[in-house]
């Protein structure tokens, strides 16, 4: 039994070296790497964290310029608008003075062509007025070969046209 014995102390002397060399084998991986790694994990693991923050900040700031600028292309987009209704506005009203000047223009020199109209009608009757005057004198001395009053025949002839001048109108 002594062999037994023996192959039990050793067994528990086994058991004891086997348990201290673990404690101490856990205590130096304890210090030396569960430590250090548990740390460099808990760096890792705040990095994420503010990675995670800072794409969450960068992405909100991405959403508020997008957002910006869309309203900036909006308010471009109107004003563009508003630019084209201006100049549609102005252009209209343009031609509308344009059309309104030469229609004036127009009526003008229409007026202006029947007064010079009416104007020459005049001065040719008036020297129409004349002429046949000055030749009637002439024609009636010769047939009656007598000279007629210029005054008395000046008036006759000048009735007879305004007969003919109100008779034309």
Do not use: C
């Not at 031609?95 to 029947?114: C, H, M, P, R, S």
């Not at 005057?133 to 010769?142: G, M, P, Q, R, V």
Request: charged letters at 30%.
């Amino acid at each position: 039994m002594l062999v037994i014995a023996e192959s039990n102390s050793l067994y528990v002397g086994d058991m004891l070296f086997y348990l201290i060399s673990f404690i101490i084998t856990a205590l130096l991986v304890w210090h030396f790497v569960w430590k250090p790694v548990t740390g460099m994990m808990e760096k890792r693991a705040k990095t994420v964290a503010n990675d995670i923050d800072s794409a969450k900040k960068s992405r909100e700031e991405a959403e508020q310029l997008a957002a910006k600028r869309q309203a900036q292309l909006e308010g471009s987009q109107a004003e563009a608008a508003k630019i084209v209704d201006q100049a549609k506005k102005s252009a209209k009203t343009q031609g509308d003075q344009i059309v309104a000047t030469a229609q004036a223009d127009a009526q003008n020199l229409k007026e202006q062509a029947q007064r010079d109209a009416k104007q020459a009608r005049e001065d040719a009757l008036r020297g129409a007025k004349d002429d046949v005057a000055n030749l009637s004198i002439e024609i009636a001395s010769k047939l009656i070969k007598k000279q007629l009053n210029a005054d008395d025949q000046k008036a006759l002839i000048d009735s007879y046209i305004e007969g003919l001048v109100e008779h034309e109108s």
